[in-house]
């Protein structure tokens, strides 16, 4: 008998997971993690509304980003879904009509949940680092931070870690003044610099893609179980 040869997870494998389970695909592994809890969702929401109106619509800011909500990456092998990612204009000046991208972000963040947390520090950002996504963030609902790092020699430098309803300025968005305390669910509902659409919309099928500051965030949906990683069944060579 030889010994067991791990068979990895493909594609298909990921499709099977139904559409209210986010399924990634890194290292060979499927990882399906639960929806967002209400914090990890209300900080994902209110971070677009923040940064959609000054960098993805020019309004109160520069503009030149796409903003993106829960946009599907395929990374050489790998499959990542992370919450929130943006690409320079210069470097995508053209919004691609596709059902996943191919092109690493310029900036990833990752919202952290005690389930979540491991897969998003141990295996995704070497991940991100590898393919050359400049700018990451680790927010952190729970614990009210923001980890902010730059990718510097091929490795993550953190640049600053902010903790509580402070303002602050975290690259690559430091054009503006971020004001955290809306993230944790303080202070009221941020006042943003464009219009919201009217109600909340449905959450985005797998493969389909929201600029949130066009269409605004998901509702928020329940909290569901843990997370979990699905290896497929191993065969003997």
Do not use: N
């Not at 927010?139 to 923001?146: F, Q």
């Amino acid at each position: 008998m030889g010994s067991p040869v791990r068979r990895r997870a493909t594609y298909d494998d990921l499709l099977r997971v139904p559409d209210h389970r986010v399924a990634e695909i890194v290292d060979g592994d499927l990882h399906v993690s639960p929806r967002p809890a209400s914090r990890q969702a209300l900080a994902k929401s209110v971070l677009g509304w923040e940064l959609g109106a000054p960098f993805d619509r020019g309004r109160g800011g520069p503009g030149g980003w796409w903003i993106l909500f829960e946009p599907e990456l395929h990374l050489g092998q790998d499959v990542l879904v992370p919450d929130v990612a943006g690409w320079r204009r210069e470097r995508m000046p053209e919004f691609p009509d596709t059902p996943a991208f191919t092109l690493a972000p310029d900036w990833v963040c990752e919202v952290l949940s005690a389930g979540t947390e491991r897969l998003d520090r141990a295996k995704k950002m070497p991940v991100y680092a590898r393919e050359g996504v400049s700018h990451l963030w680790l927010l952190g609902p729970v614990a009210r931070t923001l980890e902010a790092y730059r990718l510097t020699e091929g490795k993550w430098l953190l640049l600053a870690t902010h903790e509580g309803a402070t303002q602050v300025r975290a690259e690559p968005f430091d054009a503006v003044e971020l004001d955290l305390a809306p993230l944790w669910g303080e202070g009221g509902r941020p006042t943003p610099a464009a219009p919201l659409p009217l109600g909340w919309g449905p959450r985005p099928q797998r493969q389909a893609h929201t600029s949130l500051a066009r269409t605004g965030p998901p509702r928020l949906p329940p909290r569901v179980r843990g997370p979990e990683t699905v290896r497929p069944a191993e065969s003997v060579a």
